[in-house]
Nanobody
Framework: QVQLVESGGGLVQPGGSLTLSCTASGIRFSINIMAWYRQVPGKERELVAVLSSGGITNYADSVKGRFTISRDNARNTVYLRMNSLKPEDTAIYYC????????????WGQGTQVTVSS
């Protein structure tokens, strides 16, 4: 059984930073493309960042230069470092496994809430 568990969400002021973590089990983590998506009520889920097993990354234009996706294969964990946070970054952030650079993979975490507000 594949399980992805996110953590690290919370409330942060605009301009602040936050790091999300996603720990995977039940998959060969080191060979999987991992991704972060986010979703706000009434809107469709959008891709935030993707990271291949070889370290190739792709980011949504809205987060380029502010967010960094990384992975620690020894810990089966993917991270999303979010800097210079804006209110429009407020969303539920979801970890996704088995993705491609264009489509989501079949494995999803339950999500972690990120709220950017003063």
């Amino acid at each position: 059984q594949v399980q992805l568990v996110e953590s690290g969400g919370g409330l942060v002021q605009p301009g602040g930073s936050l790091t999300l973590s996603c720990t995977a089990s039940g998959i060969r983590f080191s060979i999987n493309i991992m991704a972060w998506y986010r979703q706000v009520p009434g809107k469709e889920r959008e891709l935030v960042a993707v990271l291949s097993s070889g370290g190739i990354t792709n980011y949504a234009d809205s987060v380029k230069g502010r967010f960094t996706i990384s992975r620690d294969n020894a810990r089966n964990t993917v991270y999303l470092r979010m800097n210079s946070l804006k209110p429009e970054d407020t969303a539920i952030y979801y970890c996704n496994g088995g993705a491609t650079f264009r489509t989501a993979g079949p494995y999803w975490g339950q999500g972690t809430q990120v709220t950017v507000s003063s």
